[in-house]
């Protein structure tokens, strides 16, 4: 079954640190990843995204996510946090071309203090 | 450039009404998909549709439906609501046509069920 995990519920984060958002996944397919960010109150915005190429992918706002095939992993960094980066971040993953569904984790929030 | 819009932003409904939510996908999309999230929650994939037909559907009742128009916009119906079905809708755009370049969703509308 296709499934997708974020084990953290909270990450805590000393601005100007590196973070890192865990998410691992299971499918049958080729998997297309994705990271979106989800302020209160709002809809979900686009980070980046993995369908092929290189394993490391550049999105927006300085993130960043290595896509692991051999882990089945695809965590999101970043260099150095800013507070404004706090927010709820979900991982999802479309299982191959022809399924068309985006399958979520739970969502981990992020919190970047001063 | 216009992005995913969604009307109403907010709706409050009693147990056992209808309610449909519209979606405006973004410019120079064909694709809308529906999704629900509960609270603390992510999204959960209802439906696609893709040239006025439903493409694939998600693990939910009948009493969810939609439709697609010729000008790609979308309505997402509910039937007999629940108190369960109060959670935030979120519809997405894509393209079928080209290089994927994956999903924008539009802030949703909250509905809650009382």
């Known amino acids: 079954a296709q499934s997708v995990a974020q084990p953290e519920d909270q990450v805590n984060v000393a601005e100007g640190n590196p973070l890192t958002v865990k998410c691992t996944y299971s499918?049958?397919?080729?998997?297309?990843l994705f990271w979106y960010v989800q302020y209160p109150n709002r809809g979900l915005q686009f980070l980046l995204k993995?369908?092929?190429?290189d394993n490391l992918v550049k999105g927006s706002y300085g993130f960043e996510a290595e896509f692991n095939k051999s882990q089945t992993s695809f965590h999101l960094k970043k260099p150095s946090a800013l507070v404004s980066d706090s927010a709820l971040y979900f991982c999802a993953v479309r299982d191959g071309w022809s399924n068309y569904q985006l399958i979520w984790g739970a969502g981990t929030k992020l919190i970047i203090k001063p | 450039d216009a992005g995913v819009t969604q009307s109403p932003t907010h709706l409050i409904k009693t147990r056992g009404q209808q309610v449909t939510l519209r979606c405006s996908p973004k410019s120079g999309h064909d694709t809308v998909s529906w999704y629900q999230q509960a609270l603390g929650q992510g999204p959960q994939f209802i439906f696609q549709?893709?040239?006025?037909?439903?493409?694939q559907r998600g693990n939910f009742p009948d009493r969810f439906s939609g439709h697609q128009f010729p000008n790609y916009s979308s309505e997402l119906n509910v039937n007999a609501l629940l108190l369960g079905d109060s959670a935030l809708y979120l519809c997405a755009s894509s393209l079928v046509q080209g290089v994927f370049v994956g999903y924008t969703f539009g802030s949703g509308t909250r509905l809650t069920v009382v």
């Open positions: 549709y893709y040239e006025e037909e439903e493409r």
């Open positions: 993995y369908i092929t190429g």
């Open positions: 499918v049958s397919g080729n998997p297309y």
